[in-house]
């Protein structure tokens, strides 16, 4: 089993930036991807990005690509989203997960472990 912690939200203003962290426990973190989803008032979950397991490879969505950044620390059993440019749209609660396998598609949100999130709000 792993546990996952989020923190690092809040509220900013528009074309501000935040980073996100999860805290990982558990299990061997580097056995597992790692990705950030959120879900917006009255709007489905949507995938942010994902990490594979030693970073090699990451994915975003269409509407974070160039403003986010996901990176990890094995050794700390984290992983972290930067967000930068923030806009009144990004503002949900933000969510990691974590599974073993990247594929077929890290976007899918079929992960075995989830934590709480982190809200994260954007003043315009």
């Known amino acids: 089993q792993v546990q996952l912690v989020e923190s690092g939200g809040g509220l900013v203003q528009a074309g501000g930036s935040l980073r996100l962290s999860c805290a990982a426990s558990?299990?061997?973190?580097?056995?597992?991807?790692v990705g950030w989803f959120r879900r917006a008032p009255g709007k489905e979950r949507e995938f942010v990005a994902a990490?594979?397991?030693?970073?090699?490879?990451?994915d975003y969505a269409d509407s974070v690509k160039g403003r986010c950044t996901i990176s990890r620390d094995n050794a700390k059993n984290m992983v972290f989203l930067q967000m930068r440019t923030l806009r009144s749209e990004d503002t949900a609660v933000y969510y990691c997960?974590?599974?073993?396998?990247?594929?077929?598609?890290?976007?899918?949100?079929?992960?075995?472990?989830w934590g709480q999130g982190t809200q994260v709000t954007v003043s315009s």
């Open positions: 997960a974590a599974r073993a396998a990247w594929g077929p598609n890290p976007a899918d949100g079929t992960y075995d472990y």
């Open positions: 558990g299990g061997t973190f580097s056995r597992h991807i």
């Open positions: 990490i594979s397991r030693f970073g090699a490879s990451t």
